[in-house]
Each structure stands twice: as structure tokens, then as C-alpha cells.
């Protein structure tokens, strides 16, 4: 059974950094597409950045992108979201998820395309 964990969540001033870890275990991580996403209280939950399973192509929203950056260490099984330049609207609970088709960026940058997700961790940007 798959498992995602994310941590690295917490507290920070605007303009501030912080980096998002996500491991993931019981599927063959290297074989596919993870997305980082997120959602505000009272907000639906949107897409953030994506990376392919070998990291040649990324993706990203418009409103994270230049600020923050999605990379991958498969050997480690794990994927990342470096934030930097943080401003109060992006306060969410983020959340990594996996693709459910191996060798797939079919509409990654849609929820509905991740087949499991971790519990999320809480990023809050006081101004």
C-alpha cells in the first residue's frame, strides 16, 4: 500500500522560505509523475507544481511560479517543494500526491489524476 509523508510545514514571516519534503513508500516512486498541492480554509484545493518521473519536465501554477521550485530524489524516494519570496496567500495545507499511471503526465496539473495522498503539512505566512 502506497504511503506519502510530508513534512517541513510551519510558520513563517512574508518573504521568507521554507521547504517541503514528501516520501513516499510502497510503490515504485521513480516510475511516476508527483504533484504538490494545496488548500486554504474555505478554499477549493488547487494544483502547485508537478515533476515527471525522471524530472526532465516540470510544471507549476502561475501564481508559485519563479518562487518556488519542484525537484525529486529517487533514489530517496522522495520529492520536494522549495518556497521561497512567501506571501500570506499562499497559507494552505500542502499536499503531495502520486500520479496513478506509471510513466504518465496525463493532466497533471489536475487533482483527479493522483491516485494517493499524504495527510498534508501547514504552511502559514504571517505579513
Known amino acids: 500500500q502506497v504511503q506519502l509523508v510530508e513534512s517541513g510545514g510551519g510558520l513563517v514571516q512574508a518573504g521568507g522560505s521554507l521547504r517541503l519534503s514528501c516520501a513516499v513508500s510502497g510503490r515504485t516512486f521513480s516510475s511516476y509523475t508527483m504533484g504538490w498541492f494545496r488548500q486554504a480554509p474555505g478554499k477549493e484545493r488547487e494544483f502547485v507544481a508537478a515533476i515527471i518521473w525522471d524530472a526532465g519536465s516540470t510544471s507549476y501554477a502561475d501564481y508559485v511560479e519563479g518562487r518556488f521550485t519542484i525537484s525529486r530524489d529517487n533514489a530517496k524516494n522522495t520529492v520536494y517543494l522549495q518556497m521561497n519570496s512567501l506571501k500570506p496567500e499562499d497559507t494552505a495545507v500542502y499536499y503531495c500526491?502520486?500520479?496513478?499511471?506509471?510513466?504518465?503526465?496525463?493532466?497533471?496539473?489536475?487533482?483527479?489524476?493522483?491516485?494517493?495522498w499524504g495527510q498534508g503539512t501547514q504552511v502559514i505566512v504571517s505579513s
Open positions: 500526491a502520486i500520479h496513478r499511471i506509471q510513466y504518465s503526465r496525463l493532466a497533471m496539473t489536475s487533482a483527479t489524476n493522483y491516485g494517493a
